[in-house]
């Protein structure tokens, strides 16, 4: 688990200027912000706009995009909550290609989950554990039955009696193969749907599509065997069947369909409380916009090719027919044409049914393409990024960890937190950076670990049972 070889990969992606890195989407929208639209609108709460950016995804051939944008949403926002839906975003992962229908199941259950279910421990637990890393001692005092000691004991005590904080931070004084113990014997006391759901969280990476740090697989894992302590009525509850499409959500997207390729498809705008930060006009003031983009679409061909060739719709269209080959309009059928300006002038045809971009109203471009909206001068700032997924509104204490109920400290904790930002931003690199800002504290204070540091543990009430449940960890 230690980040010794933890690499960050933050690019910086010059605003406006390198038009390969802000693809477009099928109906001409910058697809990084289609992304954030869509995870905006799962946090928001909002489902039909939700499958309107998740159908333009699906539009776009980027399915990929929208599962793992839909399975971020989840861990950061809901945790171990309603594994239910983790439980059918991994088996649709695990499919031979993903099932749009499927998708759009899943983005209605995610986007209609109730307030009372989020639970953003991810984040604040690798927030809380910069803090931790500064110091060889628990942070919180774990109860137990005072019959072992050492750090196996001790992560299971902490597991057992819900302290995730202070299990996560003596994790990371663990070997990986300590680790792997003590995760494999709660596996396999684990029914199977938690068992299953205990091997998405391990393999995250694998069939999500993200690419987080390895400390965020151990603390879901924790995090799930956290709730796997819960009485079984929460349990039962956290796989009860999810809310499904209703006709009016299909009726829109019938609609939608209906007008896929014309400028009409184009009928929400972008949210602009989605660009902060992860966008290129959330990282540019608000003197500078994005219009140059757009307005070039369709000004010829090398223009067009750089700025819609990262879209996979796009790309498998200009692979399949190059310069040489353009589609009816009418037919969908390929043909070859005379000459490149002929195959230009076909191709223009049936990308832009209702001319260029260039030519469409200021209106219909400020949908996707307008303004920045940092002030001159002002720095970034990934506190307010952070509120994107962070609310004191949505601390409820009936989780599945108790990081809930330290939210004043997590406050706290935030403002002294300097994380450098460079370029686009997003989930993952954050959570890299604060396991690389807690690794360097960490290494400063590893060499004064002591294991007898802890123990003893406080005496729980009842320890009957936890002697049960630790008769139920063993070999």
Same mark, same amino acid.
């Given at each position: 688990?230690?980040?010794?070889?933890?690499?960050?990969?933050?690019?910086?992606?010059?605003?406006?200027?390198?038009?390969?890195?802000?693809?477009?989407?099928?109906?001409?929208?910058?697809?990084?912000? /289609?992304?954030?639209?869509?995870?905006?609108?799962?946090?928001?709460?909002?489902?039909?706009? %939700?499958?309107?950016?998740?159908?333009?995804?699906i539009?776009?051939?980027?399915?990929?995009?929208?599962?793992?944008?839909?399975?971020?949403?989840?861990?950061?926002?809901?945790?171990c909550?309603?594994?239910? &839906?983790?439980?059918?975003?991994?088996?649709?992962?695990?499919?031979?290609?993903?099932?749009?229908?499927?998708?759009?199941? +899943?983005?209605?259950?995610?986007?209609t989950?109730?307030?009372?279910m989020?639970?953003v421990?991810?984040?604040?637990?690798?927030?809380?554990?910069?803090?931790?890393?500064?110091?060889? $001692?628990?942070?919180?005092?774990?109860?137990?039955?005072?019959?072992?000691?050492?750090?196996?004991?001790?992560?299971?005590?902490?597991?057992?009696?819900?302290n995730?904080?202070?299990?996560? &931070?003596?994790?990371?004084?663990?070997?990986?193969?300590?680790?792997t113990?003590?995760?494999?014997?709660?596996?396999?006391?684990?029914?199977?749907?938690?068992?299953?759901?205990?091997?998405a969280?391990?393999?995250?990476?694998t069939?999500?599509?993200?690419?987080?740090?390895?400390?965020?697989?151990?603390?879901?894992?924790?995090?799930?065997?956290?709730?796997?302590?819960?009485?079984?009525?929460?349990?039962?509850?956290?796989?009860?069947?999810?809310?499904?499409?209703?006709?009016?959500?299909?009726?829109?997207?019938?609609?939608?369909?209906?007008?896929?390729?014309?400028?009409?498809?184009?009928?929400?705008?972008?949210?602009?409380?989605s660009?902060?930060?992860?966008?290129?006009?959330?990282?540019?003031?608000?003197?500078?916009?994005?219009?140059?983009? $757009?307005?070039?679409?369709?000004?010829?061909?090398?223009?067009?090719?750089?700025?819609?060739?990262?879209?996979?719709?796009?790309?498998?269209?200009?692979?399949?027919?190059?310069?040489? /080959?353009? +589609?009816?309009?009418?037919?969908?059928?390929?043909?070859?044409?005379?000459?490149?300006?002929? %195959?230009?002038?076909?191709?223009?045809?049936?990308?832009?049914?209702?001319?260029?971009?260039?030519e469409?109203?200021?209106?219909?471009?400020?949908?996707?393409?307008?303004?920045?909206?940092?002030?001159?001068?002002?720095?970034?700032? &990934?506190?307010?990024?952070?509120r994107?997924?962070?609310?004191?509104?949505?601390?409820?204490?009936?989780?599945?960890?108790?990081?809930?109920?330290?939210?004043?400290?997590?406050?706290?904790?935030?403002?002294?937190?300097?994380?450098? $930002? $460079?370029?686009?931003?997003?989930?993952?690199?954050?959570?890299?950076?604060?396991?690389?800002?807690?690794?360097?504290?960490? /290494?400063?204070?590893?060499?004064?670990?002591?294991?007898?540091?802890?123990?003893?543990?406080?005496?729980?009430?009842?320890?009957?049972?936890?002697?049960?449940?630790?008769?139920?960890?063993?070999?």
């Open positions: 688990m230690h980040p010794e070889n933890l690499t960050r990969e933050l690019t910086y992606l010059s605003p406006v200027s390198n038009l390969i890195l802000m693809s477009l989407s099928r109906h001409f929208y910058d697809l990084i912000e /289609v992304q954030n639209a869509f995870a905006y609108c799962l946090i928001e709460r909002k489902p039909l706009e %939700a499958c309107f950016w998740l159908s333009e995804l539009d776009s051939d980027e399915t990929s995009i929208a599962l793992a944008t839909m399975v971020e949403v989840y861990l950061v926002r809901y945790g909550n309603r594994l239910a &839906w983790l439980l059918e975003a991994h088996k649709t992962a695990k499919e031979s290609f993903l099932d749009p229908d499927k998708l759009i199941e +899943l983005c209605y259950g995610l986007a989950m109730t307030a009372d989020v639970d421990s991810l984040i604040a637990s690798e927030i809380m554990y910069v803090h931790d890393a500064k110091s060889s $001692i628990y942070p919180v005092p774990v109860k137990g039955t005072n019959i072992g000691s050492g750090l196996e004991y001790f992560i299971k005590q902490a597991l057992a009696t819900d995730i904080r202070s299990a996560f &931070w003596a994790a990371h004084y663990c070997d990986a193969e300590t680790l113990k003590i995760c494999n014997q709660y596996q396999a006391s684990m029914t199977l749907q938690l068992a299953t759901c205990f091997d969280f391990h393999n995250l990476n069939w999500s599509g993200l690419d987080y740090p390895s400390s965020v697989h151990v603390l879901m894992c924790f995090m799930l065997i956290a709730l796997a302590h819960k009485p079984a009525v929460i349990i039962a509850k956290s796989f009860e069947s999810l809310r499904r499409p209703t006709a009016f959500i299909y009726e829109h997207i019938a609609e939608w369909d209906e007008l896929i390729g014309r400028r009409a498809r184009r009928l929400y705008s972008i949210p602009r409380d660009l902060y930060l992860s966008t290129q006009r959330g990282i540019i003031p608000h003197t500078k916009n994005t219009l140059t983009q $757009i307005n070039l679409v369709g000004s010829n061909p090398s223009n067009t090719y750089a700025l819609i060739n990262e879209c996979s719709y796009w790309r498998e269209l200009f692979e399949s027919h190059r310069n040489i /080959v353009a +589609l009816s309009c009418t037919t969908g059928e390929s043909h070859s044409c005379g000459g490149s300006d002929e %195959a230009w002038e076909a191709f223009c045809e049936w990308a832009f049914p209702d001319d260029i971009p260039d469409w109203s200021a209106e219909e471009k400020a949908k996707s393409h307008g303004s920045g909206i940092i002030n001159p001068g002002e720095p970034p700032l &990934w506190r307010r990024y952070l994107r997924y962070i609310n004191t509104s949505y601390m409820s204490s009936d989780k599945a960890s108790s990081i809930n109920n330290n939210y004043s400290l997590l406050i706290d904790i935030i403002s002294q937190i300097e994380v450098r $930002i $460079i370029g686009l931003w997003s989930v993952a690199k954050m959570l890299t950076e604060l396991e690389s800002l807690a690794y360097q504290k960490f /290494v400063l204070v590893a060499s004064t670990f002591d294991e007898e540091d802890l123990a003893p543990v406080v005496p729980v009430e009842n320890e009957i049972i936890m002697m049960r449940q630790l008769d139920k960890l063993s070999l």
